[in-house]
T-cell receptor, first 111, second 114 residues
Framework: QQPVQSPQAVILREGEDAVINCSSS?????VHWYRQKHGEAPVFLMI?????EQKGHDKISASFNEKKQQSSLYLTASQLSYSGTYFC????????????FGKGITLSVRP | NAGVTQTPKFQVLKTGQSMTLQCAQD?????MSWYRQDPGMGLRLIHY???????DQGEVPNGYNVSRSTTEDFPLRLLSAAPSQTSVYFC?????????????FGPGTRLTVT
């Protein structure tokens, strides 16, 4: 089942903060976050694992609430380079073999 | 390292034609996968492989075949192209399974079926 991402779109001015969310109807074993710029491939941002381990980007933080089956990505002091589409991918089986991606959130940072 | 490479970058097919999308990685990654991306749909998993000789289906496997004879290569075959297969196709690889490993994506193949 595809995770649900919210909000659908975000428009920011440089320097502002944003939070984007990812919710699953099933238990989460890990959540991945990727950013994709127009016409390019998705690029890895973060992995959050059940149990609290995180791997990823220094300037982007994220949370993982196992009980609520949700993850949030926090973008602080946004830069123009943060613009793009953000996807979360969830592992709902613990089998370590499949990610199911959400539809993505478009984030635009303006000067 | 070249990372993940895909060929061709663009392809136009007629309905009923077959073709193979190529994917190769030079990072000695065990896990490889194919996704398709359609507007507003996100990335949907077609097939994946956890190592040479082992493949399995994702969520949208119909109309596609894969094989993995080497660690480096993971080609995707379209058996009889249909307009519904018009999409952007991404190949990805990771060191091990998805849980704790970031996926590296190739640049994509834009396929149009007329």
């Amino acid at each position: 089942q595809q995770p649900v991402q919210s909000p659908q779109a975000v428009i920011l001015r440089e320097g502002e903060d944003a939070v984007i969310n990812c919710s699953s109807s099933k238990a989460l074993y890990s959540v991945h976050w990727y950013r994709q710029k127009h016409g390019e491939a998705p690029v890895f941002l973060m992995i959050l694992l059940k149990g609290g381990e995180q791997k990823g980007h220094d300037k982007i933080s994220a949370s993982f609430n196992e009980k609520k089956q949700q993850s949030s990505l926090y973008l602080t002091a946004s830069q123009l380079s943060y613009s793009g589409t953000y996807f979360c991918g969830t592992d709902n089986t613990g089998a370590n073999s499949k990610l199911t991606f959400g539809k993505g959130i478009t984030l635009s940072v303006r000067p | 390292n070249a990372g993940v490479t895909q060929t061709p970058k663009f392809q136009v097919l007629k309905t009923g034609q077959s073709m193979t999308l190529q994917c190769a990685q030079d990072m000695n990654h065990e896990y490889m996968s194919w996704y398709r991306q359609d507007p507003g749909m996100g990335l949907r998993l077609i097939h994946y492989s956890v190592g040479a000789g082992i493949t399995d289906q994702g969520e949208v496997p119909n109309g596609y075949n894969v094989s993995r004879s080497t660690t480096e290569d993971f080609p995707l075959r379209l058996l009889s192209a249909a307009p519904s297969q018009t999409s952007v196709y991404f190949c990805a690889s990771s060191y091990s399974g998805v849980a704790g490993s970031e996926q590296y994506f190739g640049p994509g193949t834009r396929l149009t079926v007329t």
